[in-house]
């Protein structure tokens, strides 16, 4: 499942950029599925109502993952700070969905934490507190995914996260596009810190 979340006042060239990369993401996980023998439809939704609509629906029941494609930074998602986002969520029909046990969210900086010595403080990644927000609800087991700098997509539906002080490129060829990710792109192993609700509440790094 991909859901697509616009903010108030967004472009119309900021709104097709995002629908481009729900589209490379849904082939992706299309073709994925294919390898394996099994013909999938991955959902693309778009609006509020469809979400709602969705996951009322049976066949919401073979869902596993949910895909978050928007625009963000490190206090919100589209619209929606970690908690709102958790309540839109939840309250569009995922509490009563328990296979959805992934969230993965492609929204620049939202796997990003500050950590401030001198005041000792620490500001976990709106990742981090939208798996809280899930523990607190007490879902077991939910995975939150999110992106450690400026997050894009590529052509063939994959998310990347760019260096620190990179920035993007116009890439007319795959060929172009791969060799832009080699040299501007973190490790993905780390680029796209994942958290996991605990028994008794509790959040981790997984």
């Not at 798996?131 to 400026?150: I, L, P, Q, T, W």
């Not at 063939?156 to 792109?185: A, Q």
Request: some cysteine; charged content about 30%; proline content about 3%.
């Amino acid at each position: 499942m991909i859901v697509v979340l616009e903010y108030h006042g967004e472009s119309r060239a900021s709104k097709k950029n995002i629908r481009q990369e729900a589209q490379s993401i849904k082939a992706k996980v299309e073709a994925k599925t294919k390898k394996y023998g099994k013909d999938w439809n991955e959902k693309l939704i778009t609006t509020a109502d469809e979400l709602r609509a969705y996951l009322k629906d049976p066949a919401s029941r073979r869902e596993k993952k949910m895909h978050i494609v928007c625009h963000g930074n490190q206090a919100q998602v589209g619209n929606y700070n970690a908690s709102a986002l958790g309540e839109f969520l939840w309250g569009a029909g995922l509490k009563d969905r328990e296979n959805i046990k992934k969230i993965s969210l492609h929204s620049c900086d939202s796997g990003v934490e500050v950590v401030d010595p001198g005041n000792n403080s620490w500001t976990p990644s709106l990742a981090w507190q939208l798996a809280a927000y899930f523990a607190s609800k007490g879902r077991k087991r939910m995975f939150v995914r999110g992106a450690d700098g400026h997050s894009f997509t590529d052509s063939e539906g994959r998310n990347w996260v760019l260096m620190d002080g990179m920035e993007m490129e116009k890439t007319p060829n795959r060929e172009r596009e791969l060799g832009f990710i080699e040299r501007s792109t973190k490790p993905r192993r780390t680029a796209r810190p994942r958290f996991v609700t605990e028994y008794g509440g509790g959040v981790s790094k997984a």
